[in-house]
């Protein structure tokens, strides 16, 4: 059974930062792709950031490149997106997905090339 796990939101001021935790356990391969999407109400869900699980890969949306870094750590099965100036803008719920491909492109970030989701966790940047 696949779970999907994420922790770290909260409620930070604009310009501060936040690190999201993503822990995924019960894949039976390690050729898969660990994305970050966001979703503020009335809005559709927009990737954020993927990486490529067994290393090398990552992409970004342009509205977040040079401010969110995402990166795993294999030992903990986890992966992390750390954003930093974090805007208004930036308040969504934040999802984490893996979909069973092994590679991450702009393209990929999608929902519907995700399979396996976590429940979300919020994060609210205040002005």
């Known amino acids: 059974q696949v779970q999907v796990v994420e922790s770290g939101g909260g409620l930070v001021q604009a310009g501060g930062s936040l690190r999201l935790s993503c822990t995924v356990s019960?894949?039976?391969?390690?050729?898969?792709?660990v994305g970050w999407f966001r979703q503020a109400p009335g809005t559709e869900r927009e990737g954020v950031s993927c990486?490529?699980?067994?290393?090398?890969?990552?992409s970004y949306v342009d509205s977040v490149k040079g401010r969110f870094t995402i990166s795993r750590d294999g030992a903990r099965n986890t992966v992390y997106l750390q954003m930093n100036s974090l805007k208004p803008d930036d308040t969504a719920m934040y999802f984490c997905?893996?979909?069973?491909?092994?590679?991450?492109?702009?393209?990929?970030?999608?929902?519907?090339?995700?399979?396996?989701w976590g429940q979300g966790t919020q994060v609210t940047v205040s002005s």
């Open positions: 997905a893996a979909a069973d491909v092994a590679y991450c492109t702009r393209d990929l970030l999608l929902a519907g090339n995700f399979i396996y």
């Open positions: 019960g894949l039976t391969f390690d050729n898969y792709t």
């Open positions: 990486i490529k699980w067994s290393g090398g890969s990552s």
